[in-house]
């Protein structure tokens, strides 16, 4: 088996992963790994932008307490606390490499506004910030001697080893998917920058690479899980047949959107005194209630008091989209639907990325640092993806690691009796199952009952995929089949130990929240 050798592997080429690459290719060998190519992740979709205090009249304790009040008492106050102060500087960074933000014309920054945030705050690039930023970073990367990027290749497992008591990651074995070559990448720090898990359920706003790869490697490795009940579903998808997974950006809110029922009337304000630009978790709630109570399949925005001008100019690219699909957000209102947007559990890391584990380091939407406690606040994300890949390279860097040429060989890959399949077809099947059995029971408003059936059906599914991953050749298919499974597990079982309503948890057996805010956390991997 071929084995490649590097200082640092990160597996995942989104914010998280490219950023770290730029901060550690000074001091080593850089491989990133990337299971399509390299802008197929999670922030080249974000719209709404990067969330830094920037004006005189901001501070960094308003943009803290915002953010601890969308998470609902469950953020770690000192990890949102060094998260929020090290934003300046690292849109610094962003800038050096080129990325422009939008200015108004007088030359100071053209803020954007979104559900929580008590002023503007959010950094944009139009109303396609995560696609400037990401060719940002691939340009910042790709002619850096000491970074390969590897494309088409994707993690299948973490490989650890136990020493003197403790566990060890020392690299991951690696699935060429164009070639179907089995190898590995020996590196004495792993980090999963792999972003998030959309796809456990059936509607959501991520693109197919969102199939929580990183953190089924890391549960499976051995490493702490936290709070992964607590699953954001952006309260604004457009509801279209053919749009597949296209986000109304709350930015849209931002500007003034109200949303309204098919007549224009707006039904926020019954649910919130922050009306449409409430924090997500309530809007999204108020949205599926008025769709159930009323038998509706979506509700709407609208945003067309602003005028042509200004939308083309402020969302040209929404408008262009929703334009395609036969909607004139200046004379039409938009109908939208929740769909599943963002895990703010993971893998359990420090703001530095450190793991359980020693030797693998998790950042971005993978890890689950305490920023967003129980409710992410719109636009942190790409804030912690940044701020945590530096202070990950720092901590890295001021911690030398072993030589990977004197450390424990990884074993080579057993192939067993493994076939290639001749039954597809269970993959599709068990990836719409996996998938439609979360939307049904494991959604937006839960109960003790729908969480157990949930579990079962999962079971059997881990338990039945288990015996596929043996029986047959490895694809990408059925790894992110295996992973989306260990992950819909992982928010069942967290779901099922939170006996309150919190946040994004919402059942209707423990309505209230508790007194006492606690994390759930899982340890110890629990085979199918
Ligand atoms: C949006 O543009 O609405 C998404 C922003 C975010 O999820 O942070």
Redesign the pocket.
């Known amino acids: 088996m071929k084995i490649l050798h590097c200082d640092y592997l990160i597996i995942g080429s989104g914010l998280a992963g490219l950023s770290a690459a730029h901060y550690l290719a000074p001091h080593g060998k850089v491989l990133v790994v990337t299971k399509r190519e390299k802008n197929d992740c999670n922030t080249n979709f974000?719209?709404?932008?990067i969330?830094c205090v920037t004006l005189a009249e901001d501070t960094f304790e308003k943009h803290i307490a915002d953010t601890l009040d969308a998470g609902a008492g469950l953020c770690d106050e000192n990890a949102v606390r060094a998260i929020v102060e090290d934003g300046p500087a690292r849109m610094d960074d962003l800038r050096a490499m080129g990325l422009e933000f939008d200015t108004r014309p007088d030359g100071t920054p053209d803020l954007g506004r979104?559900?929580g945030h008590t002023m503007r705050r959010?950094l944009h690039a139009g109303?396609i910030?995560g696609r400037h930023i990401e060719q940002t970073l691939i340009e910042a990367t790709a002619s850096h001697p000491n970074i390969t990027i590897l494309e088409h290749t994707h993690a299948i497992d973490l490989v650890t080893v136990r020493e003197n008591g403790k566990t060890t990651c020392i690299g991951a074995y690696l699935l060429g998917t164009k070639t179907g070559e089995i190898f590995s990448a020996q590196s004495a720090c792993t980090i999963l920058a792999t972003g998030g898990a959309g796809k456990v359920y059936l509607y959501t706003c991520n693109p197919d690479v969102a199939t929580a790869g990183g953190l089924a490697m890391a549960w499976r490795a051995g490493a702490e899980i936290r709070n992964m009940e607590f699953f954001?579903f952006?309260p604004?998808c457009l509801y279209h047949p053919e749009a597949k997974n296209f986000?109304?950006?709350?930015?849209?809110r931002g500007e003034g959107a109200e949303l309204c029922d098919a007549d224009g009337v707006p039904f926020m304000h019954r649910y919130d005194r922050r009306g449409s630009l409430a924090p997500?978790d309530i809007v999204a709630r108020a949205i599926d209630h008025e769709m159930k109570t009323r038998g509706l399949p979506c509700m709407y925005l609208d945003i067309r008091h602003k005028g042509v001008g200004f939308l083309t100019r402020r969302f040209p690219n929404i408008y262009r989209e929703c334009l395609r699909f036969g909607i004139d957000m200046a004379k039409d209102l938009i109908p939208i639907v929740p769909a599943a947007?963002?895990c703010c559990g993971g893998v359990k890391t420090t703001v530095e990325g450190c793991t359980n584990i020693d030797g693998l380091f998790a950042i971005g939407e993978v890890a689950s640092t305490g920023l967003h406690g129980a409710n992410?606040?719109?636009?942190?994300?790409?804030l912690e993806a940044i701020v945590c890949a530096h202070k990950c390279a720092e901590w890295i860097t001021s911690h030398p690691r072993k030589d990977p040429h004197n450390m424990p060989p990884i074993p080579a890959w057993v192939y067993g009796d493994a076939v290639p399949s001749d039954e597809l077809v269970v993959v599709n099947h068990n990836w719409d199952e996996v998938r439609t059995c979360m939307w049904d029971y494991v959604g937006i408003v839960r109960t003790n009952k729908r969480l157990e059936r949930a579990l079962h059906r999962i079971e059997n599914l881990r338990h039945e995929i288990r015996q596929y991953y043996f029986d047959y050749s490895v694809t990408s298919e059925l790894l992110e089949l295996r992973n989306i499974a260990d992950a819909a597990y992982l928010i069942i079982q967290c779901a099922m130990q939170r006996k309150e309503s919190r946040g994004l948890h919402y059942t209707l057996d423990y309505p209230e929240r508790s007194s006492e805010p606690k994390d759930t956390v899982i340890s110890g991997y629990t085979r199918p």
């Open positions: 974000a719209q709404g932008g969330s979104e559900g959010i109303d910030t954001q952006h604004t986000l109304i950006s709350e930015a849209v997500r947007h963002y992410r606040l719109a636009s942190n994300s790409l």
